[in-house]
């Protein structure tokens, strides 16, 4: 008796592509839209919140505690290679406490 031919079950469609961004200060992986982009324009790092402002880009969770975070451990500044002002590190604090705690 033959065996019958194992069918292959079509493959799920696929997945359309979402680009997922790191979060610079909790290394959590979320999709582009979930993520704040931060830019460094002409010397100033600011929060690009549509994501298309030219210039490198850096990833935040829109929570406080990662704001925090990468504020205080320069990892803004490492991840664009750029110096913050005072003011500059301020109105992103700032930017931050507006922000949730964190996720629910
Ligand atoms: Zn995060």
Not at 17 to 29: F, G, K, M
Not at 81 to 87: D, G, H, P
């Amino acid at each position: 008796m033959k065996t019958p031919k194992v069918e292959h079950k079509p493959q799920a469609p696929r997945q359309k592509h979402v680009p997922e961004r790191t979060c610079i200060a909790c290394r959590a992986a979320k999709g582009k839209r979930e993520m704040v982009r931060l830019v460094c324009s002409t010397s100033v790092i600011e929060v690009d919140p549509k994501g298309k402002k030219p210039g490198r880009g850096v990833y935040l969770c829109p929570y406080r505690k990662c704001w925090e975070m990468s504020l205080k451990s320069n990892r803004i500044e490492y991840g664009l290679r750029t110096k913050l002002s005072t003011e500059n590190r301020q109105s992103l604090l700032e930017y931050g406490r507006s922000l949730p705690e964190k996720e629910e």
